[in-house]
């Protein structure tokens, strides 16, 4: 497995792609009025508003190998599982599957 982003919030979305980009040259690779999602050489960074995604790390998964979960759908297509670790932190669980833009 492998971690695909992990989510911070921030409180404007814009100015937090334009901080993330002056400062590390990253790869905006798509936002809204509610998150971006940015790339990096090696992982993704989300930046979210409060009270839309918690704050994360997201682990690109399989989603058959959890079959007792029950995984939801983002806009962009792919299949979602919050869980909280034992110290209260929130994992996503994400599987882009084969008919999504992250994986043709």
Not at 17 to 31: K, M, Q
Request: hydrophobic content about 35%.
């Amino acid at each position: 497995m492998k971690i695909d982003h992990i989510a911070i919030r921030v409180d404007d979305i814009e100015r937090g792609i334009e901080w993330h980009n002056t400062h590390f040259d990253a790869n905006c690779l798509y936002f809204d009025e509610s998150w971006a999602i940015l790339e990096f050489d090696n992982t993704k960074l989300a930046l979210t508003l409060a009270n839309t995604h918690p704050p994360h790390v997201a682990i690109a998964v399989d989603r058959q190998k959890w079959p007792n979960l029950e995984f939801k759908q983002h806009r962009d297509g792919s299949n979602y599982h919050y869980l909280q670790d034992p110290w209260g932190n929130c994992v996503e669980l994400i599987d882009y599957g084969c008919n999504t833009s992250e994986n043709p």
